[in-house]
Structure formats: C-alpha cells, structure tokens
C-alpha cells in the first residue's frame, strides 16, 4: 500500500432535539444507521477506528475504537498490545493535559520491567582484575604451553611472559606507567604480543598505529596522544614520519639484558589499578580530527567471560590473529588467546584475506576466529576447519553467509563499539539462512533501547541504543566535551552510572533480541572498519581548488561496498 498505518477519527453529529437518532435532512428524509458484517480483510497493515460517543443529551460520552491488522505481519498479542499502548496513552493525555508528551509513559509497568530489568538481568559481580594478572595466572599454570605461533616461530607462556618482563623494565626506565601511554607501530608478528604485555605489565595503556596509514594521520595521532616511547622495527621506522617520540627499535633487543622476572608495583612508577586505561584506539571522527577513545582494565573480566561462557575457549584452543593491531577487533584476538591460556596463531603479515587465510587456518589447526562478513564472502566454502566457532561481528552479515558456515560450527554475531571494550552484545548460536541479530548484552552489561527523551521505547519499535556497564571506556583523550556528549548520566541502574550513546537504531524482538537497523548519523561501517564520512570530507576539502566536498558509500554491485567522493571545484579552478 501507498501508506502502511491510518488513524480514522469519525466524529458524530449532534442528535436531533427529539433525541431520535440521526439528524432530518431537508424534504422530512431521515438518516439511520444499518448494521453490517465484521470486515474480513485488511486494507493496510495497521489500520484505527476511532468514533466519538454521544449521550441522549448530545454530550460528549466518550470514544470507542476498533484495530484492523494484516494476521501475515502481526500476531493477536502484538496487535493487543498495540492497543493497550494506544489507550494507555490517551489516557494519560486526558488526566494530565499539561504533560509534555515525552513524559507520557507509552509502556505499562510490566512492560517497562521486561524491557528495562528482566532483558537486562546478565549480573554476575565478576572480580575486577587488571590485564597483567589474566595472562600471568596462565603463565604460571601452563608456562610450557605453546603462547604465541607464526609460521615456524613459537614461544611458550614462560618465553613469552620473560621477554615480556624485560621490555617492560626499560619501558619504565623511559618513564612507562599508569595514565600514560605508549605507542606501537608494529605489523602482525611475535613481537607484536611481547610489546602489548610488555605495556600493561607498566601500568601504561598501549596505542596502536598502522603503519599503513598516511603519514599525516600517523603524525597527528603521535602529537595528539603524546606518548612516552614509540615501540617500532627498523624497517618500520624507516617510513614513519618524524615526531618527537622517541623511539625504541624492537629488533635490536635493547632489552635484553634486563631481569626477566614479573613486575610489581613496587617495580612501577606507581600502583597498576583496574580503573587505569589499557589501550587507547583512534577512531575516525566527524571533525576531521580522529579521536582516541581510552579503554580501561575494567572491562577484561567481562571479555574473559565472553570467551569461557559463550565462546567455549580453554586451555589448548587456537585463536586466529589476523585483524589489524590498530582496530579494537585486534585486541579481542590478543586477548582471546593470551588471556585464556590459548595458542595464537598470527596470520603472517600480507597474508591475503581470502584462500590465503584459509589454508593458514586448517594448517595450524585454529578453533576459534573473528572473521568480518566482507572477509568471510572471500573464501571457499567449506575452506575453514570444521567444527571451529566462528564469530562475525562489526557488519551487517548477509543471510546467504549464515546459513552456509553456520553449519557444522558453533556460530554467532557479535555487537560493540569501540567504546564498550570490543563486545557489548552477542547473540545466541545461529543457524540457516536467517538476518542474525545482534543479541543480548554480555555479563554485567545492560541494554537500554531509548527514544530521543531517554524513554525505553516497546518491543518491535526503533530507538537509540545505550549501553551500560564496567565494560565502558572512560571516554576520549583529551576530548571532555565530546565525552560528555557520548557518556551521558543514567536514569537506570545505581546512583551516578553512566551509559554510552552509540549511535546505533536497534529495537527489541518480542524474545528481548536486540535488531540493528542502522545510524543516527552518517558514520558507516565499511569492511568492519568505522568510517566518518565527514572526516574524509574535511581532508577533501582542505585541497587546492575543492570548494565542496561529499562522500558516501555506495554498492554498484551486490556485496561490492566502496567509498565514493564528490567534489565542487572553486570557480575557476581546474576540473
């Protein structure tokens, strides 16, 4: 139909004097009403009747109402539903006229405790614990086990945990500690996990660089940032900019006369907390400045949780690294498999997502593996080990790409923003060929689906997600403002919370599913990468002769996604 809801308010004329029904019409005809069949058939998907009431003394005696619904698009409860809202509203109208009507409750007191309680209820007081003491509990449980596997290379927990204790000692030497950071600009290799525990073993957060970005951005991000020291190789190093970090060359082992037993606080410039940041991301930003969004200790219990409870890792599986370290999605690998007491298996750098990768998961036996939509649609089917869990997250994964590796495998969706550290949802095991959900929300963390008031909104209709729990970040480095636009107080939830805005349209399945349906804004999501348009936008327009600048996603063939920009030259400038 042109039009999918109507609302028909009929009004009812005023009786005639002699309260005889209808009004007289000229020439003594009369008018009264004939009883009809019940309708059989729905014009559009939701359709209202409302008719006005009158008394025998023609004084307004209220409303009566009827809904019509399509039975192929909602069942007898939804439509029930619909009205009681419906009539909870008017209700509420009528007995407070002054209200404004974003005070106006549309859900009932049980629905509301659904929504807002039973489909958060994922408490599980789980102890806080820093990133140091995760992966030293298995070094000191397994410390022959295999750690850490490229190609032919390997180092065991103790080998691992060791070189990691001696760069860790310079680190802090170079003034490494809690609130302070240090960056990498390393590829995916065995000195990329020395580097990151060596870090957190300071009390200092990690920032990591893609050395594959312009040299500009690399730059900015070292200036904004200021960390204390620039982990690095030669090779490296030799096509980053010059920035005045300075830097220590991983491949010379300037560490590697230092003692190689674990660091205390006393060995720290200062006492290593659960609430000191981790690692700080850069993520892309509407300004054209890209922001850094600081993630604390305090969330790696519940991702530990993650892994153990849903994902079913143990002690011996193989976690496939093969994300980049400068995408949080490369943190959730490192620790998938460092902090479980797991082996991870580093996908050597150029190793081409596709057959390539493939082939490097069945050689090395990996059981478990984040891999992104756009990855998954590039290998054979039936390429991957079988039997693995497989977890798709940062994208819309297409119905055609569940059902065919969801067979044989323990397959799920996984949700979460930078901001919430990697994973804030996840959905239950999927299977056939279905538009997987996004799920519910992890241990500890609450789900709050909003309208623009802050109001939870009913099951089936869109709103806003905000997310509660330990698993925020802190906010953005250096950004206040923005922080407080994004982190923003809690009406749910004990005194003083706070929840992140995530920019995401969601809503409810009757089951408590979370649906994505897209953005608030224009951010997309491209290859499991978070893009602000407008930033390549501003960079655009900063060239020489662009006036105007544009840019968008389009998808010229199906499955093909790719950045567009559009450009409106000054005038006289050259096209």
């Known amino acids: 139909p042109l039009f999918q809801v109507v609302l028909a308010l009929r009004s009812t004329a005023p009786r005639r004097a002699d309260g005889e029904g209808a009004p007289a019409l000229p020439g003594g005809l009369t008018v009264s009403g004939v009883g009809g069949s019940a309708a059989t058939a729905a014009k559009v998907d939701l359709g209202f009747s409302v008719t006005e009431r009158r008394a025998a003394d023609n004084t307004p005696d209220g409303v009566s109402g009827v809904l019509d619904f399509r039975t192929d698009l909602f069942d007898h409860g939804t439509a029930q539903a619909l009205v009681d809202r419906f009539v909870r509203v008017l209700a509420d109208a009528a007995a407070h006229p002054d209200r404004p009507l974003s005070r106006i409750d549309v859900l009932g007191p049980r629905e509301r405790h659904r929504v807002v309680e039973e489909w958060n209820a ?15 509990r298995h070094v000191r449980e397994r410390p022959d086990a295999e750690a850490v596997v490229l190609g032919d290379e390997s180092l065991t927990y103790a080998r691992l945990n060791a070189r990691a204790n001696r760069l860790a000692r310079l680190l802090v030497e170079r003034g490494a500690g809690p609130e302070r950071l240090v960056a990498l600009a390393l590829p995916r290799s065995v000195e990329l996990p020395v580097a990151v525990l060596a870090v957190a073993k300071t009390g200092a957060a990690y920032l990591p660089l893609d050395p594959a970005h312009p040299a500009e951005r690399i730059a900015g991000t070292l200036d904004d940032a200021a960390p204390v020291a620039l982990l690095t190789t030669a090779e490296v190093a030799a096509g980053l900019p010059d920035t005045d970090v300075p830097r220590i060359l991983l491949d010379e082992e300037p560490a590697a006369d230092r003692d190689p037993g674990n660091l205390d606080d006393a060995d720290r410039l200062a006492p290593l907390l659960p609430c000191h940041p981790a690692y700080v991301i850069y993520t892309s930003g509407t300004t054209g400045r890209p ?99 497989l977890v798709v997250a940062a994208e819309t994964c297409p119905p055609e790409l569940v059902e065919r590796w969801s067979a044989g495998r323990l397959m799920r969706n996984s949700y979460g923003p930078t901001e919430t550290t990697v994973c804030a949802t996840m959905s239950a095991p999927l299977a056939g060929a279905v538009v997987p959900p996004i799920g519910s929300p992890v241990a500890d963390t609450a789900g709050y689906v909003l309208d623009a008031a802050l109001q939870p909104v009913p099951p089936g209709v869109p709103g806003e997600l905000y997310v509660r729990g330990p698993g925020l970040a802190r906010g953005y480095l250096g950004r206040p403002s923005l922080t407080a636009s994004r982190f923003v107080a809690s009406p749910f939830g004990p005194a003083g919370s706070v929840m992140y805005r995530t920019g995401d349209l969601v809503r409810h399945t009757a089951d408590g599913d979370l649906e994505y349906l897209g953005r608030t804004d224009s951010q997309v999501k491209l290859r499991g990468m978070r893009v602000e348009p407008a930033e390549i936008e501003a960079v655009t327009a900063r060239e020489p002769g662009v006036a105007q600048a544009a840019v968008l996603v389009r998808e010229d063939a199906p499955g093909d996604r790719r950045l567009v920009g559009y450009v409106v030259p000054d005038a006289g400038a050259a096209v």
Do not use: C, N, Y
């Open 122 to 136: 994922t408490a599980k007081g789980l102890a806080p614990a820093t990133l140091p003491d995760l992966f030293e």
């Open 291 to 389: 922001k850094g969004v600081t993630v604390t200790h305090t969330g790696l219990p519940g991702l530990l949780d993650i892994f153990i409870s849903q994902l079913g890792v143990v002690p011996g599986s193989r976690v496939l690294h093969h994300l980049s370290p400068a995408f949080d999605g490369g943190f959730w690998e490192l620790a998938m498999g460092l902090l479980t007491g797991s082996t991870l298996v580093v996908a050597e750098p150029g190793t081409v997502p596709g057959p390539a990768l493939a082939e490097l998961a069945v050689r090395h036996r990996v059981t478990h593996a984040a891999i992104t939509p756009a990855v998954l649609q590039l290998i054979p089917e039936g390429a991957l080990p079988a039997a693995m869990t």
